[in-house]
């Protein structure tokens, strides 16, 4: 995958997404756009900025709260506090929103935009997928029911969705026209799709599976301790552990060697991939949150910002 651009993220079938998959399936709270990081620093405080990769000219963007962050044909979209779509240019300006309705997940896919519409007014809040052109025209809807995460990735959308386990979804997929509607796993928490296959977390480790669901198989032990915010880039997977200590130590996965290695042993409360690093937020005493620049092993962590929790600034 290139770097993105204003334009978006070029994948290697071609394709032009909004953010890198693994971003996007955990919410996309960190894009990464020509020298810029774009980022919410939950859990400090409910704020979107812009800053440098040295750490210099950190900006603070319209809105406050930011989530599905996105670059595509020159704006920067995001979903705020009120779940609907916005975008803006990538300095700030320009700012509009583009819907009235809420939406949980969206995916930019070569001028479609994917994404989910909450409906409020259902027994319990239930979303439906739908797509449509970036202009808003050839609006249509894919798939009917309760979705919660979602990612486009090589022709096809992946989403969870209400199973039998009241704490986990069951994994589905379908085509980018709707069609071929597939059951994969049942009872699945975290995942990430690669090109390699599906990799997901359960009580036991780190499993992994064919994009169909076949040939699910454990790839690494973690001991009882459920990997959470699953991401990846190139040949890794990350993924974040409970250490013995509570904190969530963050861990790399390589496809190709099997072998899984720290890269953090700080309590790491959020990350993503920036270009080609890895944004980093950690959890420090006293309120506080360290947001570091490190490249994709864990090595030459920078710290390039800093953020006390909203009320505890003074103690």
Request: contains cysteine; negative net charge; aromatic residues 14%.
């Amino acid at each position: 995958m290139e770097l993105c651009t204003p334009m978006g993220v070029k994948m290697p079938d071609g394709s032009t997404y909004g953010n890198t998959p693994g971003n996007t399936v955990q919410g996309g709270r960190v894009a990464y756009c020509d020298g810029w990081i774009y980022y919410n620093n939950l859990p400090a405080s409910i704020e979107f900025y812009r800053i440098r990769t040295d750490g210099s000219d950190k900006e603070t963007l319209p809105e406050g709260f930011a989530s599905q962050i996105s670059m595509h044909g020159g704006w920067l979209y995001y979903l705020n506090m009120d779940n609907a779509l916005c975008r803006m240019r990538p300095d700030g300006i320009g700012w509009e929103r583009l819907t009235t309705f809420s939406s949980g997940y969206f995916n930019f896919v070569d001028g479609w935009m994917f994404f989910t519409k909450l409906d409020m007014q259902s027994d319990r809040p239930e979303e439906s997928i739908w797509k449509m052109r970036v202009d808003g025209s050839e609006l249509s809807q894919l798939y009917e029911g309760f979705t919660g995460s979602m990612v486009a990735y090589d022709g096809w959308l992946y989403f969870s969705a209400y199973g039998d386990d009241a704490f986990q979804d069951d994994l589905y997929r379908m085509e980018l026209d709707g069609t071929n509607l597939q059951k994969i796993h049942e009872s699945t928490s975290s995942y990430v799709v690669t090109d390699a296959g599906i990799f997901f977390s359960d009580t036991f480790g780190l499993n992994e599976m064919k994009h169909d669901g076949s040939d699910e198989r454990q790839v690494h032990d973690t001991r009882f301790n459920r990997p959470e915010r699953l991401n990846a880039w190139g040949d890794g997977v990350y993924f974040t552990c409970e250490s013995e200590e509570g904190a969530q130590s963050l861990y790399r996965f390589d496809i190709v060697t099997s072998e899984a290695t720290l890269v953090t042993e700080g309590d790491c409360m959020s990350f993503g991939i920036v270009g080609d690093q890895l944004f980093i937020c950690e959890r420090k005493p006293s309120y506080t949150f360290d947001y570091y620049l490190a490249d994709l092993d864990g090595s030459n962590a920078r710290l390039i910002d800093t953020a006390v929790a909203e009320g505890f600034e003074s103690i």
